[in-house]
C-alpha cells in the first residue's frame, strides 16, 4: 500500500491554479491515487464566458479526467469550486465559503500565478506576491491544516548560474514593493520595472523570487514547502504519454517548428535543454505534501524538479528528435517543411530570419494579396518571431540545479511510493519522451486526426517540389541578370559551359575507348 495515497485519504486540499496546466494533472492524480480524499477544493474565476460549473465540467469531462472516472465515479461530488480572483482583496471570496475554507482545509497547493513574461509589474506583483502573501495568511489561520506547497519557477535566481535549494534575498524587500505599487501610477511603475528587475531576465521571473522572499517571512506558523520545476512538458507516463494543453514555453515552438513557421532559432545547440515532465513534477509535489506534514522540517525545504544535473539532454538532441518524429508523424497543412537550425551568433541568426522566416511570410503574403485574400503571414511571423525572442534568454544558457532535498525525499519513500510516485528523471529516456510529447502536441492540442498523416505527408512532398522548384528559379533569374551586367560573370559562366563540354567530351570518347 502506497503511504503518500493513503496520507491523502479523507483529506480536505486546497489548490490554487487548478485549471492551469499543472494544476489539471495534480487534481487528476490526486483523484485516481486517493479516490478516498475527503474534498478538493479549487480557486477558480469565471473564464471566457464560462461560469464555474462549466470550467470544471469541462475539465473532468477532458480526455485527461478518463480513468479517473473510472477510478472514483463520484469525481464531481469531491470536487468544490469556490469564486476567487486572487488580483482582488481576499481574493473576492465569500464569507461562508472563506469559513469553510478556513476551517476544513488540511493541505495547500499553490499553483496559481501570471507566467507571461511581459504582463505589467503591478498584476504579476498581485498575482505572484501579494496573493501569494494572502494566502499564507488565511493558512494562518486554519487550525486543521498541515502543510502548505508552494510551486515557485527553477528560474526564480535564474540571474545566478549555481542554483542551490535555498531561498535567495531579493535586493529590494517584497514588502517595500507591495506597498509602492498600491499609490504609484501605471505609467511609473512601468518605468520603473527594468531598473527594479535588474539582471532578471524578464517580470514574471522576478516576481516569483519575490514569492519565494514572502513564503520565507510569513512561513513562520507554517510548515511549508518550496518546489521549483523548470520548463514543464507533456506527461511522461501518467495518466498516458504526451498529454499537453497549452501553448506555453516548449509547446509553440515545437508547433511553429512541425508547422514549418519557425526554421531557425537563436539557442546554443548545446545549452542544456531542462524540460521536466509534468507528472513527474506533480508526483514530487504529492510526496512533498506527504513529507512535509509528517515530519515537519523545522525549515521551509526547497525542492528543484529539474532534470540537467541528473539526465540532461541539449537543445540539439532535442531539435533532431523533433524533427525525426515530424518525419513520421508531420502536422498537417505546414507553410513549409519543417527544419531546425540553431545557432548562437546574433549575426546568424538575423540572416535566418530575414532569409528563412520574414521573406517566405512576405512573398506569400504578396500571393494572397495577388489572389484577392486578406495578407495574414507576416503577422503570425511576428508574432512567433516575438516569442521565440522572449525564450531566447533560457535558449542560451545552461543552469546547474542542485537537487540534495529532491534526492534525499526520493530515499525516504517506500519502494511502493517510488514507484507510484516516481519523480526520478534519471528513468526517463529522451528519444521515446519527445516523440510522445510531439504526438500530444498533435494530438491533444492541435487536435489534428492520425487519419490524416498521409495527406499531411503528400503536403510536405509538394511543399519540398515547390521549394526546389522556386530554388532554381531563383537561382536562373539571379544568374541571368548577372550575366547580363557583369564581365566577370560571363566569364564564369563560359569558363563552367565549356569545362562541362570538355568533360562530357572526354567521358564519351573513353567510354567509346572501352567498347
Ligand atoms: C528551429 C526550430 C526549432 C525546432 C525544434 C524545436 C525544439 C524544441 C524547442 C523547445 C523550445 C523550448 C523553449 C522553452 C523555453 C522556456 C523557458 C521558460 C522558463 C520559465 C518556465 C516557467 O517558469 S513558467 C512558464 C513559462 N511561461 C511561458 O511559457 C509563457 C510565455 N508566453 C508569454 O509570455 C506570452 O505568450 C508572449 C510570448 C509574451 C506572447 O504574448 P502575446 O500577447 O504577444 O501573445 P499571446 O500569448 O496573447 O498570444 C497571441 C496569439 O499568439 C499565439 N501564440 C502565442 N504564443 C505562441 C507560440 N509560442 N507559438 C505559436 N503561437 C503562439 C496565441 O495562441 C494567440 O493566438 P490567437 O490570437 O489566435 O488567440
Ligand atoms: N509551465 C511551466 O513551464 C512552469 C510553471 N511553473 C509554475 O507552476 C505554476 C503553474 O503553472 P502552469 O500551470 O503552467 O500555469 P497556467 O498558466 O497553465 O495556470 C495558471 C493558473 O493560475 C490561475 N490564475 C491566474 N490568475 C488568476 C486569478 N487572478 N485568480 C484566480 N486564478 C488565477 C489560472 O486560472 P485561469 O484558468 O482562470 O486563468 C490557472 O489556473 C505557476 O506557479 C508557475 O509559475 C514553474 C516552472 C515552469
Keep these: 500500500m502506497s503511504m503518500i495515497a493513503a496520507f491523502y485519504g479523507g483529506k480536505s486540499i486546497l489548490i490554487t491554479g487548478a485549471t492551469g496546466f499543472l494544476g489539471k494533472v495534480l487534481m487528476e492524480k490526486l483523484f485516481r491515487t486517493s479516490p478516498d480524499l475527503k474534498v478538493i477544493y479549487i480557486l477558480v474565476r469565471p473564464k471566457a464566458g464560462q461560469t464555474l460549473q462549466q470550467r470544471v465540467f469541462q475539465i473532468l469531462n477532458s480526455k485527461l479526467f478518463e480513468k479517473v472516472k473510472e477510478v472514483c465515479p463520484n469525481v464531481h461530488e469531491k470536487i468544490r469550486a469556490i469564486y476567487a480572483d486572487l488580483s482582488q482583496n481576499d481574493f473576492a471570496i465569500s464569507k461562508e465559503d472563506m469559513q469553510e475554507l478556513l476551517s476544513c482545509t488540511n493541505i495547500i497547493f499553490h499553483c496559481a500565478a501570471t507566467v507571461r513574461f511581459d504582463d505589467t509589474l503591478r498584476h504579476a506583483v498581485q498575482l505572484n506576491v501579494t496573493a501569494t502573501r494572502q494566502l499564507l495568511l488565511m493558512a494562518s489561520q486554519m487550525p486543521k491544516l498541515e502543510a502548505v506547497i508552494h510551486i515557485s519557477t527553477a528560474y526564480s ?21 507591495i ?29 516569483k523570487a519575490l514569492g519565494e522572499m514572502v513564503v520565507q517571512q510569513e512561513s513562520r506558523s507554517l510548515t511549508i514547502a518550496i518546489i521549483r520545476p523548470s520548463i514543464v512538458g507533456a506527461t511522461w507516463q501518467e495518466p498516458f504519454p504526451g498529454w499537453v494543453d497549452n501553448i506555453n514555453g516548449p509547446n509553440g515552438l515545437i508547433i511553429a517548428a512541425g508547422k514549418g513557421f519557425l526554421r531557425a532559432l537563436k ?29 515537519r522540517p523545522k525549515s521551509t525545504l526547497v525542492y528543484h524538479s529539474t532534470s540537467g544535473n541528473l539526465n540532461p539532454c541539449n537543445w540539439h538532441k532535442m531539435g533532431v528528435q523533433v524533427l525525426a518524429t ?8 505546414a507553410f513549409r517543411r519543417p527544419y531546425a537550425n540553431f545557432t548562437s551568433n546574433n549575426f546568424t541568426s538575423q540572416y535566418w530570419n530575414a532569409v528563412s522566416h520574414q521573406a517566405p511570410a512576405i512573398i506569400y503574403d504578396c500571393y494572397l494579396r495577388l489572389t484577392g485574400r486578406k495578407p495574414r503571414m507576416t503577422k503570425v511571423m511576428n508574432q512567433i518571431l516575438r516569442t521565440a525572442s522572449m525564450l531566447e534568454y533560457f535558449l542560451n544558457r545552461s543552469w546547474e540545479w542542485s537537487t540534495y532535498n529532491t534526492e534525499m525525499l526520493m530515499s525516504e519513500l517506500s519502494p511502493e511510493d517510488q514507484r507510484v510516485f516516481n519523480f526520478d528523471v534519471r528513468q526517463l529516456n529522451w528519444l521515446e519522451y519527445i516523440e510522445n510529447y510531439v504526438l500530444g502536441v498533435k494530438k491533444y492540442l492541435l487536435k489534428e486526426d492520425m487519419a490524416g498523416i ?17 530554388n532554381t528559379a531563383l537561382f536562373l533569374i539571379v544568374w541571368r541578370l548577372l550575366i547580363a551586367r557583369s564581365q566577370m560573370a560571363r566569364n564564369v559562366w563560359f569558363f563552367i559551359v565549356s569545362f562541362c563540354y570538355k568533360f562530357l567530351s572526354y567521358f564519351r570518347a573513353s567510354s567509346t575507348l572501352k567498347v
Excluded at 282 to 295: D, K, P, R
Excluded at 326 to 333: A, D, T
Design 267 to 295: 539557442a546554443a545547440p548545446k545549452a542544456v535543454a531542462d524540460l521536466i515532465p509534468v507528472d513527474t513534477v506533480v508526483n514530487l509535489m504529492l510526496a512533498v505534501g506527504w513529507y512535509t506534514a509528517v515530519h
Design 326 to 333: 515530424f518525419e513520421k508523424i508531420p502536422l498537417e497543412r
Design 179 to 207: 506597498d509602492s505599487l498600491e499609490w504609484l501610477d501605471d505609467a511609473i511603475i512601468e518605468e520603473i520595472a527594468p531598473k527594479l528587475i535588474r539582471d532578471w531576465p524578464n517580470i514574471y521571473t522576478y516576481t
Design 157 to 177: 535566481n535564474c540571474n545566478l548560474k549555481h542554483i542551490d535549494e535555498v531561498i535567495y534575498p531579493c535586493p529590494v524587500e517584497p514588502k517595500k514593493i
Design 454 to 470: 498521409p495527406e499531411a505527408k503528400q503536403h510536405l512532398k509538394r511543399l519540398r517540389n515547390i521549394h526546389y522548384l522556386f
